[in-house]
């Protein structure tokens, strides 16, 4: 556990923690939030901020404006990691803070790092310190905290979203460290290029974090010639190589939703462009191909039945040739089901007979429909009257095929669509529809 944040700059820590803002002029993006008159900045400039949650993705200033609050209020600021502290420290904590309330008059923040780590035991014992305001909460996390938390800490916390940096926010960032001379890089003389600190800024993707340590790598790893350290593009693209997509569990199920609603859409383009970031943030494919068989039937169904052909035939050619020559026989799929036309009959069809086997009574079979494969069938009666569609004109007969008691119900209703337009011109030719 550690009381206030420490003051002091530490040369041999990474560059990134370093150069943390120190004040909200300092604070470098999320505008939406500590902009000029914002909530979250009128609070932190009144010392009035209330137990709060700051959740988004990494590198994008959740810690560094806990950090900000810290310097800022007149309270006793106290930082655990849900990862490590149990409710031991917690119960430690709240002692602590309920001294110095008393004695001193002082208020105290908790401020735990990746909260959503916090388990409901956990959470619970905070709560009392909570509602008798011994503590204020603030926590920070990568996770979304309506899904990751527990209702009760949530439900007495505001939520302030963090969202990725801007490329110009990360350039701002990267180019004060690099002058700097104090906490910064500005000892060692170094110049970059403006194509390499664009290169940086790209691939770190909204992570300042990331930024900073390809700064401090480059500027490290680089001979200075004539007393100056030039990091060129060529180094840059050395310092920091791959782009890391940020994904979640909660960003995860997200872009998959996205990639299941530009599927039902007929956007090939959209759902070609999630199935890549899925990929690309390392997501089984086999998900991906799980999905295209389902939205064969859900969303095309029988106005176009070659779709399930497709999705089942990648799923295939997954299992057989792998990754990543696979992925074109995924494509193809993908666009083949965008492009198909549409219809959610089956769903509608199945629901309504599930809806029903659900809540009707269990009734015998009519003898017709009986079973007559075993000896004794036909002295049972069983099959008596059972028409044989075969021997009749287009090998369909009308009769009696619903259980009793749902006779009448119509569970599937053709589209209009593809090759469902001709089964309703069936189902109407035969008196199962209305034209």
Request: aromatic content about 6%; charged content about 25%.
């Amino acid at each position: 556990m550690n009381d206030l944040f420490d003051q002091h700059t530490d040369l041999r820590s990474p560059l990134a923690d370093r150069m943390r803002p120190r004040t909200l002029d300092e604070f470098i993006g999320q505008a939406h939030i500590v902009g000029k008159g914002k909530l979250l900045r009128r609070a932190i400039e009144t010392d009035s901020l209330q137990s709060s949650i700051f959740f988004g993705p990494p590198g994008c200033g959740k810690t560094t404006l806990a950090n900000v609050v810290a310097n800022t209020t007149g309270a006793r600021f106290v930082k655990l990691n849900a990862v490590t502290a149990g409710v031991k420290d917690v119960r430690e904590m709240i002692a602590e803070a309920e001294n110095a309330k008393r004695l001193y008059g002082q208020e105290t923040y908790l401020l735990l790092d990746e909260c959503h780590r916090w388990s409901k035991a956990q959470s619970d014992s905070i709560l009392p310190a909570l509602e008798k305001g011994v503590v204020k909460f603030i926590g920070s996390t990568t996770e979304n905290p309506m899904v990751s938390m527990t209702g009760a800490i949530v439900s007495r916390c505001r939520l302030f979203q963090f969202f990725p940096l801007t490329e110009e926010d990360i350039l701002n960032a990267m180019r004060a460290a690099i002058s700097d001379e104090e906490r910064g890089m500005g000892m060692y003389h170094a110049v970059f290029d403006e194509d390499a600190l664009l290169h940086i800024a790209h691939v770190a993707n909204g992570d300042a974090r990331c930024a900073l340590n390809a700064v401090e790598l480059a500027v490290l790893t680089t001979k200075p010639v004539d007393g100056v350290i030039r990091v060129t593009a060529e180094i840059a693209a050395e310092s920091v190589q791959q782009k890391t997509l940020l994904c979640d569990e909660q960003q995860f199920y997200d872009m998959l939703s996205a990639f299941c609603k530009s599927l039902r859409g007929g956007d090939s383009d959209a759902a070609l462009a999630w199935f890549a970031r899925l990929m690309y943030a390392g997501l089984d494919p086999r998900i991906i191909v799980r999905r295209l068989i389902a939205h064969a039937s859900e969303d095309v169904g029988l106005a176009n039945p070659q779709a399930m052909v497709q999705a089942v035939t990648a799923g295939q050619a997954l299992e057989m040739i792998g990754m990543p020559e696979a992925r074109l026989s995924i494509t193809q799929a993908i666009i083949y089901l965008c492009e198909s036309p549409k219809s959610n009959s089956v769903v509608i069809a199945v629901d309504g007979a599930w809806a029903d086997a659900a809540r009707s009574f269990d009734q015998p079979v009519p003898v017709h429909l009986r079973d007559t494969s075993y000896k004794g069938a036909a002295q049972l009666g069983h099959g008596k009257g059972y028409k044989y569609p075969h021997d009749y004109p287009g090998h369909v007969v009308e009769q009696a095929y619903m259980p009793p008691d749902v006779e009448g119900h119509i569970y599937y209703i053709p589209g209009e669509l593809g090759q469902e337009a001709k089964i309703r011109q069936n189902h109407v030719q035969r008196g199962k529809l209305k034209s």
